[in-house]
């Protein structure tokens, strides 16, 4: 593996490892005119070129960034990547005024994604899915997170996890495949079977999972069921992850917590409560404001959690029935002017936090040890990146010390 030395880089911003939380969260490490030395997809060191340059060995090959600011590889902790079909005709509808009601007796909602993800080949499901993670690197995003869930039977869940891990081999992002078989109960099938069901497919793609997620709210799954598929998932090695509390709070925050899943998602409807103990544990809240801003319903207390003591993560939720983005420098946005967040809490939590969410503790920081992944913008200050939103500032992606992009405007 070749090595990288990345010079005149006019202000490298990056979280400091281990503040993920409180006041320490927004405390960011800033170097301006800096270098940055990678070796073997690591990062071997950080600071000004003469520091630098001291840990050099050998010939690396040279990169000079040209005053761009440099910022860690952003991980989308929650995605739904992989799916079938088009809803861009529901979104018109509901923009001239129909009801749910009436898109779903069009055909429209989840069933849709369902059924055309049901219909479609593994080659081609997975070609799609490869189309837009080439749009969610050029976006910077160098770790995601992507969720089954559009099958709802044990051949499709299948052939969505498979897609998933094979596309790992594929393509420069690292994925990380979660199994969300309760993701809504399929038509044709009363709760009680297909929750049967769900238990049943466990033992089999428990191989091509790391994490086992369900949606805990009114009409899909009850707090108790959704603790039966969480403890099977961890009788089989998959770790607990929760969709809770988006529209309504049925208790879904305390039975994971008592689970100590590894993230509690959504949580626009939060009591106090609820927000106290997610700061007391070390399980992550994952926020995602794309959903709010598209469903146009309320954003989660993310201020509060913040200073509260949570850990807080901020993903994407790429879906396409309430969240069609997946850039993360447009969420970044939102976080500040919808959530009170500041724009270094929002860059910690982008990058850091996310890889907590999926516990990869060395990513997620521009720092000695960590894995290289990092981004140079189109800019020499990162708050641009949340600033001036609705615009790629994305210019070179490194993934694990690789160029894995490099924006054609480099070349004008
Ligand atoms: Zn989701």
């Known amino acids: 593996m070749s090595d990288l030395l990345i010079q005149n880089i006019g202000q490298i911003a990056s979280p400091k490892p281990g503040n993920t939380r409180g006041k320490e969260l927004g405390d960011l490490s800033i170097i301006e005119d800096g270098a940055v030395y990678i070796r073997d997809g690591v990062i071997k060191s950080v600071g000004t070129l003469s ?8 010939q690396p090959e040279v990169v000079d960034a040209g005053g ?5 590889g952003f991980v989308d902790s929650h995605s739904h990547l992989v799916f079938g079909g088009n809803r861009a005709h529901e979104f018109a509808m509901r923009s001239a005024g129909a009801t749910y009601e009436e898109i779903a007796a069009q055909g429209g909602g989840i069933v849709s994604t369902v059924e055309a993800t049901r219909a479609m080949s593994k080659a081609e499901l997975e070609a799609r899915a490869f189309l837009r993670l080439e749009l969610a690197l050029e976006q910077g995003i160098t770790t995601m997170e992507i969720k089954s869930g559009y099958g709802l039977d044990l051949d499709t869940e299948r052939k969505m996890l498979e897609v998933i891990n094979e596309l790992n081999d594929h393509q420069p992002i690292e994925l990380v495949p979660t199994f969300l078989g309760a993701h809504a109960v399929p038509t044709g099938s009363t709760k009680e079977e297909y929750l049967e069901e769900v238990l049943n497919m466990i033992p089999e793609l428990s191989d091509l999972a790391e994490y086992c997620d369900v949606f805990c709210e009114k009409g899909y799954f009850t707090k108790e069921e959704s603790r039966r598929v969480l403890e099977k998932g961890l009788k089989h090695g998959l770790k607990p992850k929760i969709h809770t509390n988006q529209f309504n709070d049925i208790g879904g925050v305390e039975m994971a917590l ?10 626009e409807v939060l009591s106090d409560e609820d927000v106290r103990s997610i700061s ?8 995602l404001p794309g959903v709010s801003y598209f469903l146009n319903i309320s954003y989660s207390p993310a201020r509060k959690l913040i200073d509260e003591g949570a850990i807080v993560a901020l993903a994407s939720d790429f879906n396409p029935g309430s ?4 850039c993360m420098q447009l969420l970044m946005n939102m976080a500040c002017t919808k959530m009170g967040m500041s724009v270094e809490e929002a860059l910690s939590c982008s990058t850091q936090n996310g890889a907590l969410a999926l516990e990869r503790k060395n990513i997620g920081c521009i720092s000695e040890g960590y894995q290289a992944d990092l981004l140079l913008l189109e ?4 708050r641009n990146v949340a600033y001036f939103f609705g615009q790629n500032h994305v210019s070179v ?13 480099l070349e004008r």
């Open 379 to 382: 800019t020499d200050d990162f």
């Open 397 to 409: 992606v490194i993934k694990k010390g690789k160029i894995a992009y490099k924006c054609t405007h």
């Open 68 to 72: 761009r600011a440099a910022i860690p």
């Open 280 to 287: 007391d544990s070390d399980t992550i809240a994952t926020v």
């Open 258 to 267: 008592d689970l100590e899943a590894v993230s509690v998602d959504h949580l």
């Open 51 to 58: 520091e630098v340059l001291d840990e050099v060995e050998g």
């Open 323 to 326: 969240s069609m983005t997946m």
